[in-house]
T-cell receptor, first 116, second 113 residues
């Protein structure tokens, strides 16, 4: 199974809501990522988890809170978002962080988030 | 921060023609990757080329890397309508114990039947 799944596909939330995005992979990958992608822009890295521990936080506002309950699951908790946070949120995984070598990343289909 | 810049921003060709996309970057890298993204969906990994490699092939795809010029190209031969998508180069750079991937702005390819 070389698939990364994300739920929900679409999400509309108000600025006072709390919601969560979910990501799952069963490839045995030990690194998982959250990216944010605005329309017609490249993906921008938000968080990296390695062996279920947060390794990288790219100075993301605290209204985004990641969680890695186990090696297959990655969540992104959302609270008090702003309309400018509307974007496609992509989850990805790779076999590891790979040090100086680098691995390809496997992406999920994304969650299209609209903040009203 | 954006490391790679892609050229052209948009490319429109007929089925059967070849499509060439270029990527330039600024700092040293240890690998460069190409991804495809169909409209508003997830990215699909195409090819990873390491800094000590010059050329790689995968099916109708050919990627070259010139580290002296800090540039790469992706060639799609005998294009099909199904190749219509955005193509991103992503440079891998070792930083803080992590191989960070930074995506370029992308090239939007349209292949017309």
């Amino acid at each position: 199974d070389t698939e990364v799944t994300q739920t929900p596909k679409h999400l509309v939330m108000g600025m006072t809501n709390k919601k969560s995005l979910k990501c799952e992979q069963h490839m045995g990958h030990r690194a998982m990522y959250w990216y944010k992608q605005k329309a017609k822009k490249p993906p921008e890295l938000m968080f990296v988890y390695s062996y279920e521990k947060l390794s990288i936080n790219e100075s993301v506002p605290s209204r985004f809170s990641p969680e890695c309950p186990n090696s297959s699951l990655l969540n992104l908790h959302l609270h008090a978002l702003q309309p400018e946070d509307s974007a496609l949120y992509l989850c990805a995984s790779s076999p590891g962080l790979a040090g100086r070598i680098g691995y390809e990343q496997y992406f999920g289909p994304g969650t299209r988030l609209t903040v009203t | 921060s954006q490391q790679g810049e892609e050229d052209p921003q948009a490319l429109s060709i007929q089925e059967g023609e070849n499509a060439t996309m270029n990527c330039s970057y600024k700092t040293s890298i240890n690998n460069l990757q190409w991804y495809r993204q169909n409209s508003g969906r997830g990215l699909v990994h195409l090819i990873l080329i390491r800094s000590n490699e010059r050329e790689k092939h995968s099916g109708r795809l050919r990627v070259t890397l010139d580290t002296s010029k800090k540039s790469s190209s992706l060639l799609i031969t005998a294009s099909r309508a199904a190749d219509t998508a955005s193509y991103f180069c992503a440079t891998g750079r070792f930083s803080g114990g992590y191989n960070k991937l930074i995506f370029g702005a992308g090239t939007r390819l349209a292949v017309h039947p």
